[in-house]
């Protein structure tokens, strides 16, 4: 069966540290994955999107690598913040879909 | 900067009531989408609309519901007769064309179904 699975549902790190990220899929041909935050209440934000013949992508403090071999994305927020505490969602977009498919999210918190 | 906005926040119906979720797409976006997501669970894709026509839908996505756009701005979905297990939060999005990839989403409206 098709699966996307978020490393841990709770991430707890220290303030200034790096916080990593990982989503797992299984059964999927992505063309695309994307990240987003999601703050209690709302929708989701986008933050980066990696297409399946990249393997890096970089935006400020936001680092996401993309193995399609592993069939895994690793979401990296370097010199975390407490305000960057909330869940971070992956999702990817199957070729010939048309429609994302979201992971279950993993809630970061980062202590000061 | 452009966003989805959506109306009501929260809407409270007693089961077997039809209730009818607004939304209002970025304004030179083409693509529209539904998602919902039960309180602790996933983010899950309900239809995607295009050119006035239902694009695709998920097996949640049943007789009950049905979406519209109305005129040149809203995006509505529709829930026939509610069920208990239809509360949730339902988020819009839109995306702009076929070849971007982004989907900005709106703030979404809680649903409770009593």
């Known amino acids: 069966s098709q699966k996307i699975e978020q490393n841990s549902e709770a991430l707890n790190i220290q303030e200034g540290k790096t916080a990593t990220l990982t989503c797992n899929y299984t059964n999927y041909s992505p063309a695309y994955l994307q990240w987003y935050r999601q703050d209690p209440g709302r929708g989701p934000v986008f933050l980066l999107l990696i297409r399946e013949n990249e393997k890096e992508k970089r935006k400020e403090r936001l680092k996401v690598t993309f193995d399609t071999t592993l069939k895994q994305s690793l979401f990296h927020i370097t010199a975390s913040q407490p305000a960057d505490s909330a869940t971070y969602l992956c999702a990817l977009w199957a070729s010939g879909a048309n429609n994302l498919f979201f992971g279950t999210g993993t809630r970061l918190t980062v202590i000061p | 900067e452009p966003e989805v906005t959506q109306t009501p926040s929260h809407q409270v119906t007693q089961m077997g009531q039809e209730v009818i979720l607004r939304c209002v797409p970025i304004?030179?976006?083409?693509?529209f989408y539904w998602y919902r997501q039960i309180l602790g669970q996933k983010v899950e894709f309900l239809v995607s609309f295009y050119n006035n026509e239902i694009s695709e839908k998920s097996e949640i996505f049943d007789d009950q519901f049905s979406v519209e756009r109305p005129d040149g701005s809203n995006f509505t979905l529709k829930i026939r007769s509610t069920k208990l297990e239809d509360s949730a939060m339902y988020f819009c999005?839109?995306?702009?064309?076929?070849?971007?990839?982004?989907?900005?989403f709106g703030p979404g409206t809680r649903l409770l179904v009593l």
């Open positions: 304004s030179n976006h083409l693509y």
């Open positions: 999005a839109s995306k702009a064309s076929r070849n971007q990839e982004t989907q900005y």
